[in-house]
């Protein structure tokens, strides 16, 4: 059973950082592909950050671009999510998700496994 636990939420004040972690196990394959979605009350759910472990290959969302980082270890079973210069509205419940995929992919949709979320909350 594949499973994903979010990790490394919390309270931080605008500009800030703070670095998500994704455990990914129960998966059998070498590569895959790993999104970061993140959703705040009231709002839709968003895609910010986004890799393929086969290529390296990444994608960001305007929103995050050159703030965010996403990256994973060497045995690939725990992915990162490094957040630079925080703002308060990056305050959202972030999620990590898991793709049967050997490219990036950018839509909820897309994905077939979901952590539980961790929270992210920036204090201006």
């Known amino acids: 059973e594949v499973q994903l636990v979010e990790s490394g939420g919390g309270l931080v004040q605008a500009g800030g950082s703070l670095r998500l972690s994704c455990a990914v196990s129960?998966?059998?394959?070498?590569?895959?592909?790993i999104g970061w979605f993140r959703q705040a009350p009231g709002k839709e759910r968003e895609g910010v950050s986004f890799l393929s472990t086969l290529d390296g290959n990444t994608y960001y969302a305007d929103s995050v671009k050159g703030r965010f980082t996403i990256s994973s270890n060497n045995n690939k079973n725990t992915v990162y999510l490094h957040m630079n210069n925080l703002k308060p509205e990056d305050t959202a419940v972030y999620y990590c998700a898991l793709g049967l995929a050997l490219v990036v992919l950018t839509r909820a949709s897309e994905y077939d496994y979901w952590g539980q979320g961790t929270q992210v909350t920036v204090s201006s």
């Open positions: 129960g998966f059998t394959f070498d590569d895959y592909a």
